[in-house]
């Protein structure tokens, strides 16, 4: 169900200086909608996300979640959203189950909820073994499925993930996927960042495609074609349209 | 076909020895001052150069460095005097410099006093010398650990020597003023030889202790499931080459050990008369020791590596800590115990000659003024030798060890899944507390800092000074004392580092529905109640062995665990304050110069406990408190901001800003009177009047530059020296309320100065008014009325109306904001107006919300002042 906008970016601007890391970006994302943010290396996505997440302040613009201010009302807007950093860092003498339990009591949930919820989630992940680890331990993209656990521990409507795959092996990419599709279908929504096309080409209904830090397009792929006129793969439009602020040579 | 060139043993090492140097210099410059953001221009966290605060950090180096000569001297000073037999003569009190130079004034005073003919005025004077001497003998016999009848007995006994002979009774106590000199160094053979092994006997620590520091805790490197060392054996330079540049960064690149070495070297060559040459001979003896420390230490950590495990590691890591803390205090106390030193000297007598050159501490023999050139040579040789032989020997061993590989096993899991030995419950705890918890049995280095080296330090007091025992047990001040220092220290370093702690996992707090300043409130908190229970512990065996517990004992331990429990907040404030959450590199993480500020403040609410006067107890506690909630309003303040690199709050009027205001205008006040008194002749009264105007201008003048150049949004208005232009109150209805407040405040000060003589206890705070006027012989009362009616109302209602009760009541609310502010008022005034001023405070405070212009409170403040002078004239 495709509804009212839940993410509402207005102008939004990040300022280091005289470096423009993400300069007036607009964006509107309805609930419902699973939504890819591309972009190559330094575009300015992961410092978007940090702003809202309240993380980040920033320097102009604003940015609003189910129409909260990221930053000054970021304690209700928390309530809201599950994030999924790019390189999660746990407690070093913490174990896996430990860290879900703490996630889930910080947002409020009793035990039996936590271990309600996670039962299903870490079986099809294949957590089971490493949950009595240390995470300090564990690998890249074992962090990676803890972090998604404690990202949807609470069952927020919106879900902002950065760099999600980034990590996963096929088994674990396959299964985030199939979460994703079932999130959106419950009606919740997914906001992710990549820098892989093919992904966000199978799975979004919406895209935008920002590069050095400002908006190079944005809409459904249907719109994105129409906007080149052409009947292209998102790769053709990605390189087109993101290649147009970026100089050097083609390989 | 490979291109590159081999890499020779030099050049390998001239990089290496280059990569250290660039990594040190990186980590001194992104120490920054404050939570000032770095200068925008790179686009991540990356911290900038900083510009011109390495200084701060330089001043501090330098006081570090000159406490360490300052300690060396005296030490050394008197262990050459133990060496060389001198003592108290045996029928004189000894007592500090400060109580001597005290007692021949007053004896010089008291002889005059005894000359005046008239009887009454005989009398009034020699009761008040006699109640000041009293003061003067229980500061000093409160410096010593005694019971409280040892105090009260020593006491009379200074009092009837003073009668006796008078200042003549008294000589300063032995090593309270020697300093050593060029000459210190005993020449005649016998003490010669006893000081050389007495100090060969003290550097006996030093490489042990090097090494257990080097290892310890301090070293995250080496308990990490990455070793940075795994990094550089990937590159083709030979293992030789590798180990060798391991072995020189370890020797040369350890500030902390030549802060403290360093110049007790340097004093020990001093005191041998070798002059300016003391200071290459020093360089030359702290090199020696560090190579051989550093061999030592490169091979042990090559040899730990390969045949432990990560957790077995760690927990030897801790052991290292606990051993290298215990080696630095028993070296510090060796320079300041005086029972050490006796102990150290008569067990250096037995040593013989032969001693002198061990291994460990033969360089020593440059500094003897009675040393031959021949001795010289072969020490230098001798160094050069060993020095060599241990580097060359550890290079050897390391080698040999890792001729079959770096590692007995690799990557996160160590070559085999541990089972879990222990189940994950934490009982009916839950979240943030739970968590602290867990963390807390998990990291044995936390559980060690935590736990074990306070209890080190209190084993270490004991062993050091026997009579602590008796002490800490006959006298309930310093067991309330004790438990207070205790529990800090345990906060040291577990609720200061609350938010350094967090490191990268900062970013997961940040995901929770709740602010993080109540995270970091809640994690406070935890550590509070932890460290109140070991402190409480403490009291109670205290408390148990003690036979003579007076009433006063429970305010002694209300004010000792109220102490714990505040000063977890004041040391997590400052921590807070002093973390860089950005920086990655952890030792730049935080700022050290924060323990010394933590330490200076806990040393200062322990007078608070020792002192008899309830009314510098009370002022203690609401002084500590404010200090607390300051920190933490500007906790709350930058909280959010916490992982933006750019972004700060916006700056608005806060606590601190006014306690930091009164602070330094007390401090200008005394400086001023004092450079009057010194420089000029002028009468008391003018000086004082100058110096509190002057002082009063300046804070005013400097504050609102600063506020301004801070850009605080509507500066004048804030701390109430213009009108809201909307909302302004007519100037007239702004007087009339300041004189209505001013003479309620006057009408209590009139009923307070009835009431008091009523009160059997009022006589004497009379008094002891009256005297310390008199002892200040302040004359010419014009200048006071001036004072009082002009001055003092201008600079302290812009400080404690205008600047405190402004940025309490931002957080606190209007209420809170008028007690406090009235309260700190109240306190900087003599005990004997404590009560009336406090109602001013009110008083002035309600004026000001109402008018919110300081003209009321200013004229309020006018108004009783003009009453209260009025009234006693």
Redesign the interface.
């Known amino acids: 169900m495709h509804g009212a906008p839940l993410v509402e970016i207005a102008n939004l601007s990040k300022?280091?200086?005289?470096?423009e890391?993400v300069k007036d970006v607009s964006l509107l994302v309805s609930s419902g909608t699973i939504f890819a943010l591309l972009g190559p290396n330094g575009a300015g996505k992961t410092t978007t996300i940090?702003m809202l997440?309240?993380?980040?302040?920033p320097?102009s613009g604003t940015a609003r979640i189910d129409g909260l201010d990221c930053?000054q009302d970021?304690?209700?807007v928390?309530?809201r959203?599950?994030?999924l950093?790019d390189e999660?860092?746990?407690?070093?003498?913490?174990?896996g189950?430990?860290i879900i339990r703490?996630?889930g009591?910080?947002?409020?949930l009793s035990q039996e909820q936590i271990t309600e919820r996670t039962v299903d989630l870490v079986k099809r992940l294949e957590l089971n073994d490493a949950l009595?680890?240390f995470a300090?331990?564990?690998?890249k993209g074992m962090k990676k499925k803890l972090a998604l656990v404690?990202?949807m521990l609470h069952d927020p409507a919106l879900l902002i993930l950065d760099e999600p795959t980034n990590g996963l092996d096929p088994f674990a990419t396959r299964v985030l996927h199939e979460l994703i599709r079932e999130k959106a279908a419950a009606g919740k929504t997914v906001f992710f960042s990549t820098h892989l096309l093919d992904q966000a080409e199978k799975l979004c209904s919406q895209i935008a495609i920002v590069a050095k830090g400002r908006l190079a397009a944005h809409g459904t792929l249907e719109q994105l074609r129409a906007r080149l006129s052409s009947d292209s793969t998102l790769e053709e439009i990605f390189f087109s349209v993101a290649g147009e602020s970026n100089s050097g040579p083609v390989p | 076909m490979i291109d590159s060139q081999p890499v020779s043993f030099m050049q390998a090492l001239r990089l290496m020895g280059w990569l250290a140097v660039r990594r040190q210099i990186n980590r001194w410059q992104s120490v920054q001052l404050g939570r000032k953001k770095s200068d925008p221009t790179k686009r991540t966290g990356t911290a900038s150069k900083s510009t011109g605060r390495g200084i701060y950090s330089l001043f501090l180096m330098g006081i570090l460095l000159f406490n360490g000569f300052n300690l060396a001297s005296q030490g050394l000073g008197r262990l050459a005097a133990f060496a060389n037999n001198v003592h108290t003569p045996a029928n004189k009190i000894a007592v500090s410099s400060y109580t001597h130079r005290k007692l021949v004034e007053a004896e010089v005073s008291i002889k005059q006093v005894r000359q005046t003919t008239d009887i009454d005025e005989r009398q009034k004077y020699e009761g008040l010398w006699d109640r000041y001497l009293d003061q003067v003998f229980q500061g000093e016999v409160s410096r010593e650990n005694l019971s409280e009848d040892e105090e009260s007995a020593k006491v009379q006994r200074m009092h009837e020597a003073f009668n006796q002979r008078g200042a003549e009774a008294f000589s300063v106590e032995f090593g309270s003023q020697l300093y050593s000199g060029g000459h210190t160094w005993p020449r005649k053979d016998g003490p010669a030889l006893t000081y050389q092994n007495t100090l060969g006997l003290l550097v006996l620590v030093f490489v042990p202790m090097f090494i257990c520091l080097w290892l310890g805790m301090n070293n995250k490197d080496l308990g990490q499931v990455e070793w940075s060392f795994e990094w550089l054996y990937g590159f083709p330079i030979s293992t030789r080459a590798l180990l060798a540049s391991r072995l020189f960064v370890y020797s040369l690149f350890n500030p902390p050990v030549w802060m403290f070495i360093f110049p007790f070297l340097i004093m020990v060559y001093f005191t041998g008369g070798s002059g300016l040459m003391s200071i290459p001979l020093g360089l030359i003896a702290t090199l020696y020791l560090s190579v051989l420390a550093g061999s030592v230490t490169m091979l042990l950590e090559v040899l730990l590596r390969k045949f432990l495990s990560l957790s077995q590691l760690k927990n030897l890591q801790a052991l290292f800590t606990v051993l290298g803390t215990i080696g630095l205090l028993l070296y510090l106390a060796s320079l300041f115990s005086q029972p050490l030193e006796a102990f150290l000297v008569g067990y250096a007598k037995a040593l013989p000659a032969s001693f002198a050159w061990n291994p460990l501490s033969f360089y020593l023999l440059l500094g003897s003024p009675t040393g031959t050139p021949v001795e010289a040579m072969s020490v230098y040789a001798l160094m050069v030798m060993i020095a060599v032989g241990t580097a060359a020997l550890a290079l050897f061993f390391a080698e040999f060890l890792i001729r079959e590989g770096l590692l007995k096993s690799s990557g996160p899991y160590q070559g085999v899944r541990q089972q879990p030995a222990e189940t994950s419950s934490t009982g009916w705890l839950r979240g943030i507390a739970a968590n602290e918890m867990i963390l807390l049995r998990r990291d044995r280095n936390l559980l060690v800092q935590v736990l074990v080296s306070p209890l080190i330090v209190v084993a270490y007091y004991f062993l050091v000074n026997s009579s602590m025992v008796a002490s800490a047990t006959g006298n309930f001040h310093h067991a309330a004392t004790m438990a207070f220092v205790i529990g800090s220290y345990v906060l040291m370093s577990s609720a200061m580092p609350v938010l350094s702690r967090e490191n990268k996992t900062l970013w997961q707090l940040m995901t929770f529905p709740r602010e993080i300043s109540s995270i970091l409130v809640e994690k406070t908190q935890v550590w509070a109640v932890f460290a109140l229970f070991y402190a409480g512990a403490i009291l109670l065996i205290l408390a148990y062995f003690n036979h003579h517990l007076h009433a006063s004992a429970l305010l002694d331990a209300f004010l000792a665990l109220y102490g714990v429990g505040l000063y977890a907040f004041i040391a997590a404030g400052i921590g807070i304050m002093g973390t860089n959450t950005l920086e990655t590199e952890v030792r730049a993480r935080f700022r050290p110069e924060m323990v010394y500020l933590y330490m200076i403040l806990v040393a200062m609410y322990s007078v608070a406990i020792y002192t008899p006067s309830i009314w510098s107890k009370f002022a203690q506690i609401v002084l500590s408190t404010l200090l607390a909630y300051a920190l933490w309003q500007k906790v709350k303040d930058i909280s959010p901001y916490l992982l933006d690199p750019t972004e700060k709050p916006t700056r608005t009027l806060s606590l601190a800003d006014g306690m930091i205001a009164a602070l330094a205008f007390f401090v200008l006040q005394g400086l001023f009177g004092f450079f009057f008194s010194e420089s000029m002749s002028m009468p008391l009264a003018m000086q004082v009047v100058l110096a509190y105007v002057i002082a009063g201008f300046l804070v005013f003048v400097l504050c609102l530059s600063i506020f301004t150049s801070q850009k605080i949004p509507h500066v004048w208005q804030s701390v109430g020296l213009s009108r809201d232009p909307d909302n302004a109150m007519p100037i007239g209805k702004v007087i009339v309320i300041g004189l209505a407040y001013g003479s309620a405040a006057a009408l209590g000060a009139i009923i307070y100065l009835h009431a008091i003589d009523l009160v059997p206890q009022g006589h004497i705070w009379k008094q002891d008014a009256e005297m310390s006027a008199l002892l200040r012989r302040a004359d010419n009362p014009l200048w006071i009325c001036g004072l009082a009616v002009i001055a003092a109302p201008l600079f302290e209602e812009f400080i404690f109306r205008g600047l405190v009760f402004q940025g309490l009541r931002r957080s606190a609310g209007p209420f809170w904001a008028v007690l406090t502010s009235a309260a700190l008022f109240a306190m900087v005034h003599p005990p004997f107006a404590v009560i009336p001023v406090f109602g001013l405070g009110i008083a002035t405070a309600l004026s000001f919300q109402r008018t919110k212009f300081l003209m009321a409170p200013i004229i309020a403040h006018a108004t009783y002042n003009a009453c209260v002078i009025f009234l006693n004239h």
């Open positions: 300022v280091y200086g005289s470096f890391a940090r997440m309240g993380i980040l302040v320097t930053f970021r304690v209700e928390k309530r959203v599950g994030y950093p999660p860092v746990f407690y070093d003498y913490l174990r189950s430990e703490f996630s009591e910080m947002h409020g009595e680890e300090v331990n564990y690998s404690c990202a």
